[in-house]
C-alpha cells in the first residue's frame, strides 16, 4: 500500500435534499454483449429536473448486469467479455445446467459485477468521468427483456 | 456493444424523501455458505413502515460479502462457490497466511463480490426481482459472527 | 445455502434526513497499487458534521477502482494485487492495447472490483468494521490524476 503522495479536496457544497424519482427502465437486449444506457439516464435526470442528489440503478435479475466502463473504443468491450468467458467458462462443470450451457455462468458474471449501481449527480450532472458510461451486460446467449430500476433521491427544481 | 434495439420507460413517481431508518443485523454463520437475507430485510422494512426510497446493506467484514443471486434452484449456490474457490484457490500460494489457509481467498472473494447493496423501495416493496434474494456469503471455513449495517432512507408512514 | 442459524437485529434508530454534502477528492497515484482513502472520509465527515445518514464514494475513472479491504497485514494487498493480476494478466492476447499491455488488464480489474460504495454513517461514525479500510485501487502501471467524488446524504448539525 502507498499513501497519497498528494491529495487535495474541493469545497464541500451543502444542500438540502427531499425528493425522490423513482422509474422502472425496460430493456430488450440482443443476446450476449453490451447496452449503453448512458443517454437514457441522462433523460431520465432531465425529465426529473434533477439538481443534486445521487442516481441509483438496480437490475432486477441474476444473469444481466451492470457495469461503469468505457465508452471510446468498442474493442474495449470485446475484450471485457473475452475477460468474462474465460473467468466463468461454459465447459466448467457447472451442476446448474438445466437453463442451457450458458445460465450458470452468466449467474457467476452477474456476481463479479455489479447489481446496483450509486451515482452522484451534481449541478444537474451525473458525476461520471470523461470516459465512463453505464452499460447493462446481458450474459445469455439469446435476446432478453430486462427490468432496471431507476431512482434519484436529492434536489430538484 | 449494442444499441438498445427497444428500450422504454415508466411514468416517474416524485415523492418528499426524509427518513433514516438503521439497524444492525447480526449473522451467526455455520461456515462457508449463502445466508438468504431476504426475510430479514423485508421485515425490517415493514417493522420500519417504510414505502418508497432505498434500502442500504453493509457488510462490516473483508472475509464475509454480499450478493444477490438466483433464489430457486440450490445447485446455483453450490456452483457460485465453486467458481469462487476456482478464481481464489487455497493453494496458490499466498503471502498471507498467519489466519489459515482459507483466510486469504476469503478477502479475494470479497473484493470479486459486494460490500454494500443499495435496493430501490416502491410502493412499501423491495423492488427485487421474481429470482433473486439477498444473500451474505460467508468465505471462511469455520462459523463467524457476522454484523450487517441496514438503513433505509426515504419515506415512511 | 444454510439457512441462519441465529440471527438477531438491534432495536432500529429513525431520524429525518435532509442534508447532501458533495465534495470532490482528488488523488495523486504513484502507480499501481492500494491507498487508504479512510482517513480522508472521516475528515470529509467530521468537516460536514455529519450525524447520521450514509457516504458515496464514487470513482470517475474505468482504470482505478475503488475497494473496502483489511487495513491490518500490508500482503494481504500484496496477495490482491497478485489475485488480480492473475484473473487479468497482461499476456491475454487482448484486443485492446493501444494504451499499452497494462491498460487493458486493468479495465477488467475496475470491472471485477467497485466503481461506486455506499457506507452507512451512524453517531456521526462511518460504519467500517475494526479491520476495514477504504481504498483506492490503481490499476495502471504509471502514476495517474484521480478523481473520486465523496457524498454525504443525511442530518448534519
Not at 449501481?117 to 468521468?129: A, D, F, T, Y
Not at 470523461?130 to 434536489?155: D, N, S
Amino acid at each position: 500500500m502507498s499513501t497519497p503522495k498528494s491529495l487535495s479536496r474541493s469545497p464541500s457544497s451543502t444542500i438540502c435534499a427531499t425528493t425522490l424519482v423513482s422509474s422502472l427502465l425496460t430493456v430488450q437486449t440482443s443476446g450476449r454483449g453490451f447496452t449503453d444506457l448512458s443517454a437514457e439516464i441522462a433523460k431520465f435526470l432531465k425529465d426529473a429536473r434533477a439538481k443534486e442528489g445521487a442516481m441509483t440503478l438496480f437490475i432486477r435479475h441474476t444473469s444481466a448486469s451492470l457495469t461503469i466502463q468505457e465508452n471510446a473504443d468498442p474493442t474495449v468491450l470485446e475484450d471485457l467479455t473475452t475477460a468474462l468467458d474465460r473467468l466463468a467458462p461454459e465447459d466448467a462443470g457447472w451442476r446448474h445446467d438445466t437453463e442451457g450451457p450458458d445460465d450458470m455462468p452468466a449467474h457467476v458474471k452477474t456476481m463479479l459485477t455489479a447489481t446496483s449501481l450509486h451515482i452522484p449527480v451534481l449541478k444537474s450532472e451525473l458525476m461520471l468521468g470523461a470516459w465512463q458510461a453505464v452499460y447493462l451486460i446481458e450474459h445469455r446467449a439469446r435476446p432478453h427483456h430486462r427490468e432496471v430500476v431507476l431512482q434519484f433521491a436529492g434536489v430538484t427544481g
